[in-house]
């Protein structure tokens, strides 16, 4: 490695867009530079790091071990900058500081992102996020930054982030589950959730249950209804880990031991790029995705059912 010289960051910028392109030539028009720059970029690292960064195939460029494993370390850092820079210098400007977030995950919305939202704004220098929720399939007219969906397609250009993967429990309260395994279901009323259908035959079958070995119980139309009336009552709830893992922790709720499945169903984030503030949505998506891997990694260590 090169002593004495200081790190280019334009130079990091355009290997970083090389990365992600996987080709100079569309890395060059990206950033709106020649393709000899980015080049000549490449090589000053290269020749600071005294490693291979790129190997060339045709017009395609491929990472070295050493070069994923540096672009994996600057990526979000270096948008994180560029960013804050952008938004410092517009700070004044209409709206530069207001995100609209739209989903059809609105117990999601309810139990995990709005109650951490503050640390978002704090994050992002104060930044007011609207949170809107609809079941209805986005229209290119509609006005929004972000879209969080499970099941709606988004039909206009954007980037997507899949940021959870969902995991199916099975939850009582505490004095209910208390003791008791998955024999708890043939004595005990299971919650039906009207807006999620799919959510009770799906852990049936992870289970290797049929639904005569369950007791039906309660109908409700969406989840956020169902939580009060599972954590205060002699009954279960089948339900996305995620949106009962803090009930979990408070004691609130438990799950029943072994109860724990796939659903196969993917939560996705898009930030459109005809928002007016097309960085601040992507860092919203990337701050949203970091918070869900950590709650996914609380479950894994704080609750093995």
Known sequence: MSDGKDLSL??????VQVARDNSVTRASKTLGITQSSV????????????????ERHGRLSRLTDFGRLFADAVAEPLDTIFFTAKRMRRGDGKGANRLVVRTSLSTFAYTLLIPNLSDFSKEMGGVTVDVISTLSAPASTDSFDVLLTRDLTLTEPGDR????????????APDCVAGRGLEALRTTPVIAVTSRPDILPTWLRGMDLKTSDIISGARYDHYYLALPAVTTGQTLLVTPNIIVADLIRQGL????PGS?????????AYAVDRSDNPDLARAFCRWLTRLCRKKTEDESAGNNC
């Open 39 to 54: 080049s000549r970029h490449i090589a000053v690292l290269e020749e600071y790091f005294g490693a291979k960064l790129l």
């Open 260 to 268: 724990r499945a796939p659903s196969g169903m993917q939560y996705r």
């Open 10 to 15: 334009n130079a990091v910028r355009a290997f």
């Open 253 to 256: 709720l438990d799950a029943l």
């Open 161 to 172: 982030w899949d940021f959870y993967d969902e995991q199916l429990v099975c939850v009582g």
